[in-house]
């Protein structure tokens, strides 16, 4: 497999800074305490495969030159939703991105930065609902998903593992659902596919199918 230049991971919160340090000749990433939302697994797997740069999305002004994949995690970014929103050369950055073609991968916090808004807040815009806060927590639990369409995870078809934990909504035009999802007794559709990439409420588990990983870094 040809390795990437690097993988961006981008933060929708902001957690502390505990410290920098060098994982790569190319790649930097900061060590961060209390990073809610992507698995330290799927971290240490994408590093393992390439070069690896972390961005704030709530700070940094653009994304780096050299990117071959974006993944954007979690971390309740309602509660940075303000900061997010005047971030407009970081959202205009993404959007060309994913516009572009670049294989994109958003997992619920980021699936709320790539809605039209956050309750009053605009973001990224990429995909056709807004977010809406509740006061209760909306789904939790452990879950297998089933791709309904090719995409940057392969062929349609292809299974793995997540989790999901969220009190927001998405509300406006669904497109085609990415997953066909068992948790528990039930079955639903979720999540977005867009031109090369995907967002989802659910954390989906690399490690729990390998293969969705390497193929979105060969799409």
């Not at 299974?159 to 969220?166: E, K, L, M, V």
Request: aromatic share 8%; glycine share 10%; hydrophobic share 35%.
């Amino acid at each position: 497999m040809p390795i990437p230049r690097a993988v961006h991971f981008a933060e929708t919160a902001a957690p502390q800074t505990l410290n920098e340090i060098q994982v790569g000749p190319t790649a930097d990433r900061r060590r961060r305490r209390g990073s809610p939302g992507r698995r330290k697994s799927n971290q240490v797997w994408l590093e393992r495969q390439g070069s690896m740069d972390r961005r704030e999305l709530r700070d940094d002004p653009e994304l780096p030159h050299e990117v071959d994949a974006l993944y954007i995690g979690g971390g309740y970014p309602e509660l940075y939703a303000a900061q997010l929103s005047a971030n407009r050369s970081m959202r205009a950055a993404i959007a060309r991105f994913a516009a572009n073609g670049g294989p994109t991968y958003a997992e619920c916090g980021g699936l709320m930065y790539l809605a039209e808004s956050i309750d009053e807040a605009r973001m990224v815009g990429i995909l056709p609902v807004k977010i809406t806060m509740t006061d209760h927590l909306v789904d939790f639990g452990y879950c297998e998903i089933t791709t309904r369409a090719d995409s940057i995870f392969g062929k349609a078809g292809i299974s793995a593992r997540g989790h999901q934990f969220h009190y927001s909504r998405a509300v406006g035009n669904a497109n085609a659902a990415a997953y066909a999802v068992r948790q528990g007794g039930r079955e639903y559709s979720e999540g977005f596919i867009f031109p090369n990439g995907i967002a989802s409420y659910i954390h989906v588990h690399f490690l729990s199918n390998p293969a969705i990983a390497q193929n979105m870094l060969q799409s």
